[in-house]
């Protein structure tokens, strides 16, 4: 039986409401368990030691006015005089021992959980402060964890300790730049069943996408050992996207999968009564797989959804959340080890866009993972460990392997991070996010490649891979207030086909997507001509084979490979602007490019002029690519039916002739794609004029068309816009064009099909866009750059039209 005690909370016993007794981290952690265990979220138990015991220790060793003494005149920019009162501080509480009283309760419940888990438990000892994981102020990582710890001796060394870090360097300064006062900060201390992960895996959650702050989905990173080498930035994890609104349905939206290199873990073995951790090699074929399985992706994300939930319904509003997991090896049990609510994003005013643009580039010396989308330049200091701080100067770019908890006060002070190891959970990306400043990590070569004293620019304005450029480049910020931004009726679009983008490009006001190039997905991510991934028995080069190999390794087989890989970049980009429709035009590489491709020059004929020659729809039913075409449906199959992303519409491109559509229709059918089906709908590329003479005839097989104006262009003039010599006679508003492309419009009008454009020739002369609205088009797609430019005009043309018409006399 749990006895009464003074200083002793069980965990069963606190919740949300204990900050002041037992800190939010012991506090969330009993919250949880008290409500949300019943609920299928599994968490270790134990016991806070609250906060009453500390200043017990204090008050009984009497060491409250020296502590007080030593921090009076405190210069928190001075890192060598931060450093010396803060070891000061430590060494008088760790001096001070323990109140008989106060061990006796500790012992006695440690005793109690032995009884719950078995003799000398394994446990670990969490630092719990009574003023962090605030809505402002997350606190993450400025006080001390334990792990490992078995036994009376261990147990009272590892308390003592955790006291003690409470006036680390890092708490220090942390308190005194967010306004805290040192003495009214106090610290409890959690002790709860220790998670074998160091026999399987562990990582954290957010329940938002920490670059961005999309919040429909759910990111989980992992890696093996225990979590601090993911917490720390020492490794480069596996990361996992989840889509809540379709997994809330019941789909398996695990929409995207990145493998990271996972080359070390952190295990841990006892050493008498101490706790020994140590740092091991992770073997090449478990590098080379995931962490996890997809069903532990989902059942994690099933923890954090319930767990947002909760806190949501308590605070009357979202309340996204930062989660640490542990996978018991022994048990292959997950479990939930901490909570606490996201500081960074969930505090952005939503009204103003910024935007970052570089405005030259320079020689890129390092790349990595972007963390944000800004940009800042200075020069370079490599620091190699926590002793070389002081040598940091505020403004600088800070250059290290890694980065810990320890350099947080000079972190504050950098333009920039740059890390060779770490994901986008790792130490350096969370502690960049909140103090807002561009952070690439992952680098894998930073420090060797970028020398101290150089002026070097650090971009993550580029999408998901950062850049680290020699020289001080100019760039410039735009900002743009979203609530001054009006809603036209034409349907603005964007055209994307670059998946790490899209969740960024998703909070910037738009109608969905109306391109989506599946050729960059398959150049980018898969790199591999399906028909090679089919029949690799064809390939003769025996170094294309090993290389098509090692893409492979890890999957089932080499189609599994190409519809997982296609099927992850789609669905990123249809749950990115779900429920808005997304329009993804299926492979439309010419025979050169699809040559291109590993393993593609033993697929692809040699034409004189691929541009007119076996690309779009004439492959899909070929004997020559038929099954490769089948690849594709199987993925896009895959986002609808499997993700849930039913908002993914088809568009057939380069369809010549109308025996031509049948034939792709009934292709689509064999894959089990049939139009209207679940509802479908498919699309046509509207790019040849035969596309335009027989639209009626067209329309019997497609839902909607969308006009490509660049290749239009070229078929209705007859001219080569790539070429040298009459190259610059290509011109969308030229007449004829734009004569075809009313036709287009009126024939998706008369015929009860939606009308489109997806071409340049809006973002290249916006008085383009002015002639779409005249004709009454129903779409209009553009690059994301010209997104507000075009809408704004868009909306402007379409008051011009309605008050032209309301000027016009009604006759009697």
């Given amino acids: 039986m749990r006895q009464d005690a003074a200083y002793i909370r069980w965990f069963a016993d606190i919740g949300s409401e204990d900050i002041a007794l037992v800190g939010g981290k012991n506090a969330s952690i009993g919250e949880m368990y008290r409500e949300l265990t019943p609920k299928g979220v599994k968490i270790p138990d134990g016991f806070a030691v609250t906060a009453e015991g ?7 060793a009497g060491i409250l006015d020296d502590l007080k003494e030593t921090l009076r005149g405190l210069d928190r920019n001075n890192v060598t005089d931060l450093a010396r009162r803060g070891r000061r ?9 323990v109140p008989d009283d106060l061990w006796d309760e500790i012992r006695a419940a440690y005793d109690m959980l032995c009884d719950e888990y078995g003799p000398d438990a394994d446990v670990a000892v969490r630092s719990s402060a009574t003023a962090e994981d605030l809505p402002t102020a997350s606190f993450a990582g400025q006080q001390e964890t334990y792990l490992n710890i078995r036994g009376y001796q261990a147990l009272r060394e590892a308390y003592t300790r955790c006291l003690a870090s409470l006036f680390t360097d890092r708490a220090i300064a942390y308190r005194v730049d967010n306004g805290f006062d040192h003495f009214k900060v106090a610290l409890s201390v959690g002790v709860m069943k220790m998670v074998r992960s160091d026999l399987a895996s562990s990582g954290v959650i957010f329940t938002l996408d920490t670059d961005t702050g999309f919040r429909d989905v759910v990111l989980i990173t992992g890696s093996y050992g225990l979590g601090e080498m993911v917490v ?16 809330k349905k019941g789909y398996r939206a695990v929409i995207r999968k990145n493998l990271g290199e996972k080359r070390v873990k952190l295990v841990y073995a006892h050493g008498g009564e101490k706790e020994v951790t140590r740092r091991i090699d992770v ?24 767990i947002e939930d909760h806190y949501s319904m308590k605070a009357g509003k979202p309340v996204p959340m930062d989660i640490e997991w542990a996978k018991d090896g022994e048990t292959n049990e997950l479990f939930v080890v901490q909570a606490r609510p996201e500081t960074v994003h969930s505090q952005k005013v939503r009204d103003v866009l910024e935007t970052y643009v570089l405005d030259e580039r320079g020689p890129v010396l390092a790349a990595g993972k972007s963390i944000g989308d800004k940009i800042a330049a200075g020069k370079a200091r490599i620091i190699t460990d926590v002793s070389r701080l002081p040598e940091f100067k505020p403004g600088e770019v800070l250059v290290s392997d890694t980065t810990t908890p320890d350099w947080e006060p000079v972190m504050k002070t950098a333009a920039a991070i740059v890390t060779n190891r770490g994901g986008r959970t790792s130490h350096a990306a969370i502690v960049s996010r909140e103090l807002g400043i561009p952070a690439i990590v992952g680098t894998g070569d930073a420090t060797e490649k970028i020398p101290t004293g150089r002026e070097v620019t650090v971009s993550c304005a580029e999408g998901e891979e950062g850049f680290i450029y020699e020289g001080s480049l100019p760039y410039h ?21 670059n998946p790490d983008m899209a969740f960024g490009l998703a909070m910037v006001p738009n109608d969905g997507i109306g391109l989506a190039r599946m050729e960059f997905i398959i150049s980018s ?3 591999i001509h399906p028909m090679a991934l089919l029949h690799p028995e064809r390939i003769e080069d025996t170094a294309v084979r090993e290389a098509i190999a090692d893409f492979v390794y890890g999957y089932p087989d080499g189609e599994e490979y190409f519809v997982e890989r296609l099927a992850e970049g789609v669905g990123t980009i249809a749950a990115a602007f779900y429920p808005n429709p997304v329009v993804v035009r299926t492979s439309d590489f010419k025979t050169n490019e699809y040559a291109s491709l590993l393993g593609g020059a033993y697929f692809e004929p040699e034409e004189a002029n691929p541009m007119l020659g076996f690309r779009g729809a004439s492959r899909y039913y070929d004997e020559r690519y038929r099954e490769g075409f089948g690849l594709e449906c199987r993925a896009l199959k895959r986002v609808r039916d499997e993700m849930g992303l039913t908002n993914l ?48 005839a067209f329309s019997k097989y497609f839902d909607g068309f969308s006009i490509g104006s660049n290749d239009l262009t070229q078929l209705v003039l007859g001219i080569d816009r790539d070429s040298a010599v009459v190259g610059e006679a290509f011109d969308e508003r030229d007449p004829a064009v734009k004569r075809m492309v009313a036709m287009a419009v009126e024939g998706c009008r008369r015929n009860g099909r939606h009308s489109g454009l997806c071409g340049e020739a809006p973002s290249t002369y916006p008085e383009f866009a002015d002639f779409l609205v005249e004709q009454g088009i129903d779409s209009i797609s553009v690059e994301p750059d010209a997104l507000l430019k075009i809408t704004l005009r868009v909306a402007e043309v379409e008051e011009r039209l309605a008050k032209e018409k309301e000027a016009v006399p009604v006759p009697r």
């Fill in 54 to 60: 500390y200043w017990h220790v204090l008050s009984s």
């Fill in 89 to 97: 501080a430590r060494d008088l509480i760790l001096s001070a021992g």
């Fill in 232 to 247: 720390q930035g020492a490794v480069n994890p596996d990361e996992f996207y989840v889509f809540k609104p379709t997994f």
């Fill in 283 to 306: 073997p090449e074929s478990d590098r080379r797989k995931f962490c996890i399985t997809d069903d532990e992706i989902l059942a994690l994300a099933g923890y954090a959804l319930t």
């Fill in 477 to 497: 910020v735009e900002e743009i207030r979203l609530s001054d931004l009006r809603r036209p009726k034409t349907e603005v679009m964007m055209n994307l086909g």
């Fill in 525 to 527: 991510y898969i790199k």
């Fill in 649 to 696: 519409i088809i568009m057939i491109p380069f369809c010549r002739r109308v025996e031509e559509a049948k034939r792709v229709i009934e292709e689509l059918e064999k894959n089990g794609l049939r139009r209207g089906e679940n509802g479908l709908q498919i699309y046509q590329m509207c790019e040849i004029p035969s596309n335009i003479v027989e639209i009626d």
